[in-house]
């Protein structure tokens, strides 16, 4: 519904039923169009995204408390973004801080507070 209705800015915040379970966003979610600003809050609960290049037109993300663990997915996420001109990343978990994976050639912006490193080794 809110993708037909044209939506540019959308917050959504994530309770999935079990605790270990992932937030997988939709296909019609990711290839919006009009979405410009998007924040996620995820309750500490990984990420899923369709496996399609999307986001077309988001200029600002801000993710919060996600686990984004999975550095494939960081980089697959971010280069779908392409139009990105702000991150705001939230209390989130990663493996490693590799901050080549979230340099996009529009980004003006960057907020990263309070980043918890696990080592899984």
């Keep these: 519904m809110v993708v037909t ?11 999935p039923e079990e605790e270990n379970e992932d937030v997988q966003l939709p296909h019609c979610l990711v ?9 996620l809050d995820f ?12 986001f077309p037109g988001l200029k600002d993300i801000y993710l919060a408390y ?5 550095d494939n ?4 996420f971010l280069e779908s973004c392409h139009s990105l001109e702000y991150l705001g ?7 490693k801080l590799d901050l080549h994976s979230i340099s996009r050639p529009k980004l003006k912006k960057l907020n990263i507070l309070n980043v918890a490193l696990i ?3």
């Excluded at 209705?5 to 309770?15: C, D, G, M, P, S």
């Excluded at 290839?31 to 924040?39: D, F, I, R």
């Design 31 to 39: 290839t919006c169009c009009s979405l410009e600003a998007l924040m």
């Design 89 to 95: 990343l939230l209390h989130y978990m990663l493996c």
């Design 73 to 76: 997915l960081v980089k697959g």
């Design 66 to 70: 996600v686990d984004l663990r999975d």
């Design 43 to 54: 309750n500490y609960r990984g990420l899923k995204l369709p496996n399609i290049m999307g």
């Design 5 to 15: 209705r044209n939506v540019k800015k959308l917050q959504l915040t994530f309770y």
């Design 119 to 121: 080592d899984e080794g």
